[in-house]
């Protein structure tokens, strides 16, 4: 809407295609950024191809269901999968772009994690990626802001309701449109760390006070999964 032009990548060509169709200016390209070879190819395609490219959008995602105490939980195995995707991943995929932003006079990283970067809820790996996607967002920005102009911003949004989320109760989750809205504000305001709706609110709770924060996380969860 903004006249940008926009690469979207991901594994599923058909999703690509898909989100392409519904809008304008779009290159997709398919890629996983959990593999390392992928990361290279993706990479030295965008500086060959996308030379001007100012703005890189983090939002890969895993969020794994399961009873971490279970005698089956294979937790580890759960834990190394989510930390990969949902945060090593993106220290990967920022790496290798860093020296393309850097060419550019103004650019930004975004990183999307989360409300349970704040307050853990009942996806156990999820919240610990996310909380250590904040802390490095966190010391990103710190160390870009001394020798660059790269912004760097952090979306939180909570649950929202999208394909992804199904399984975790995402029917009751806030609409993706919202979350989009929000984040663009966001942008415009520079305001680095983005919480939309409900996040916002569990942070100022959290701030108070961080027991009460973590026992209404964890109900609110429950509920939702349940309805």
Do not use: W
């Amino acid at each position: 809407e903004k006249g940008n032009s926009v690469i979207i990548t991901g594994r599923n060509e058909e999703r690509l295609n898909h989100a392409a169709s519904k809008l304008n200016n779009v290159k997709t390209i398919v890629s996983d950024v959990s593999k390392a070879e992928d990361v290279e190819k993706l990479a030295a395609q965008i500086t060959q191809e996308f030379p001007q490219l100012n703005m890189v959008i983090n939002n890969a995602d895993r969020a794994l269901v399961y009873d971490l105490v279970a005698d089956d939980a294979n937790a580890f195995e759960k834990a190394e999968d989510e930390m990969l995707t949902n945060y090593l991943s993106v220290i990967r995929l920022n790496e290798k772009l860093l020296p393309l932003l850097k060419k550019q006079e103004t650019a930004a990283i975004v990183n999307v994690s989360s409300v349970v970067a704040f307050v853990p809820g009942n996806l156990v790996t999820y919240s610990a990626s996310k909380a250590a996607l904040h802390s490095y967002t966190q010391s990103l920005r710190l160390a870009l802001e001394k020798e660059t102009k790269i912004a760097v911003f952090e979306l939180m949004p909570p649950l929202v309701d999208t394909e992804f989320s199904a399984p975790i109760g995402g029917k009751n989750g806030i609409s993706p449109t919202v979350v989009a809205e929000e984040f663009i504000a966001g942008l415009e305001e520079n305001n680095y760390e983005i919480r939309v709706g409900q996040t916002e609110d569990m942070y100022r709770l959290f701030l108070s006070s961080p027991a009460e924060a973590l026992k209404l996380m964890n109900a609110t969860r429950a509920q939702e999964m349940e309805a």
